[in-house]
């Protein structure tokens, strides 16, 4: 889906979390959203998620008012994959369906999209994840979140710093499998300035003090 952000405007208190914001989004497209902490990025997903109505400006969705849209069908049009994923005391596929009953060929789609058919093949489905995912590492629990992310059939997907406390290796391999999500139109916010990830975005968006600084491609 197709997403515009026209000059809004988002303070809290004297803070200006976002200055001016303008920018649009193709449909299908990997958006990279980088910048130092407290540059108003994650503000920016969560005023996509609907989350904020006090801001000036305009966010549309395929040319509807974000307002307009009922807090049920915006939930069912983007997920968002957050730094900290929260893995239940259960099995892989528990986690994976957040006990929902979908149809095997959905599961194994999302299992192969989010790059957890090697874990699910060796360890098998029914393998026990610990209290928090303490039997996973970081890109598995990650990648749990991506597989979520892909049986929620939503149109955008938002991740928000989802490779932060990985290593460069598994954080290349959480973005590829976001890279491959090719339904989706994508917004990924990132510390990371490595090049073999930032040369994957379709478009990067530099933000500094709630504002946009420069647009491209790397």
Known sequence: MYVE?????????DYK??????????????????????????????????????????????????????S???????????????????????????????????????????????LVETKGSDYQCGENGKNLSGGEKQRVSIARAMLSNASILLADEATAALDTTNAQNVI?????????????????LNRQVLSQFDHIIVMKDGEIVDIGTF
């Open 72 to 118: 049920d069908s915006l939930h069912s049009l983007i997920t968002i994959i957050q730094q900290n994923v929260f893995v239940f005391d259960d099995s892989i596929m528990k986690n994976v369906t957040m006990y929902k009953d979908f149809d095997n060929q959905r599961i194994d789609g999302a299992i192969m999209a989010a790059g957890l058919t090697q």
């Open 176 to 192: 590829r499998s976001i890279l491959e999500l090719k339904d989706m139109t994508r917004i990924v916010v990132t510390h990371s």
């Open 5 to 13: 952000l026209k000059d809004i405007n988002k303070t809290f208190g």
């Open 17 to 70: 979390a976002s200055d001016h914001v303008s920018f649009g989004i193709e449909k299908g497209k990997l958006i990279g959203l980088l910048g130092p902490s407290g540059s108003g990025k994650t503000t920016l997903l969560h005023m996509i998620l609907g989350y904020f109505d006090n801001y000036k400006g305009s966010i549309q969705i395929d040319g509807k008012e974000l307002t307009e849209i009922s």
